[in-house]
């Protein structure tokens, strides 16, 4: 019965200490930990209450590049708003053009669907996204 027991609390612990497996590292980009509330009622977020659409926000003590959110159609991703595969530098800040990021640096394009580019090592850099009516919140 005591192994039992024993066994029962080490699995509640190996498997009890994540809330998720979410993985945003880069070594081309700083971890932030910021939030920010978006209010698609408002004129500068109602974009973002159609399938397609991406807006760019600058969050206090978030990323320098600010953060791009785009509506998927079945929710929303929202990915730092620099280049994901160089260093930061004055040409690194991304670009939305409909449906993708482009970086001048290397001319990449990123899909702002899955946040790939073909044949580069590092998608683009997501954080979190909870929505609550019409109040999207990002954060890391």
Known sequence: MKKILSSILILTFLFGCSKDKFNNNNPYLPNYAFSI??????????ALNFTGNAVKAYPANGPSRGVIIFNTG????????????????????????????????????????????????????????????DLIRVYN
Request: glycine share 10%; with cysteine; aromatic share 10%.
């Open 74 to 133: 079945s929710g929303y991703n929202a990915y730092d708003g620099a280049c994901p595969n160089q260093d930061l530098s004055s040409c690194s800040t991304l670009t939305i053009s409909g449906s993708n990021a482009n970086c001048p640096c290397g001319s990449e394009n990123y899909n702002l669907f899955t946040g790939q580019s073909a044949g580069k090592q590092y998608p683009l850099k997501p954080y979190r996204v909870e929505v609550n009516g």
């Open 37 to 46: 509330d978006l209010n698609k009622s408002l004129p500068s977020y109602s």
